[in-house]
C-alpha cells in the first residue's frame, strides 16, 4: 500500500495524474445520489421546463462583478 508521505513527494503533475486515474476507476453505476439531492436537481429541472430560470452569459457575470470595483 501507498503511504501519504510517499504520495506526498510526488511532483504536483504526478500527484494530478494520481487523482485522474482514482477518479477515472470509479464506476458511476456504484455511486448513489442522496435523496435530496435529487429532489433539488427535479426542482430546478422543472423550473427550466417552465421557462422560470434565468441565464446569464460569463461576460455577463464578469462585468457584474467588475461593476462594483
Same mark, same amino acid.
Given at each position: ?9 510526488? &511532483? ?15 464506476? #458511476?453505476?456504484?455511486?448513489?445520489? #442522496? ?10 429541472? &422543472? ?9 446569464? &452569459? ?8 467588475? &461593476?462594483?470595483?
Amino acid at each position: 500500500m501507498i503511504k501519504m508521505q510517499e504520495i506526498l513527494e510526488l &511532483s504536483i503533475d504526478e500527484r494530478i495524474l494520481m487523482i485522474e486515474k482514482i477518479w477515472d476507476s470509479i464506476d #458511476p453505476a456504484n455511486l448513489t445520489l #442522496p435523496e435530496a439531492h435529487a429532489q433539488e436537481l427535479d426542482r430546478r429541472l &422543472s423550473r427550466y421546463e417552465n421557462g422560470e430560470t434565468t441565464f446569464f &452569459s460569463w461576460n455577463d457575470i464578469k462585468n457584474e462583478l467588475n &461593476s462594483g470595483k
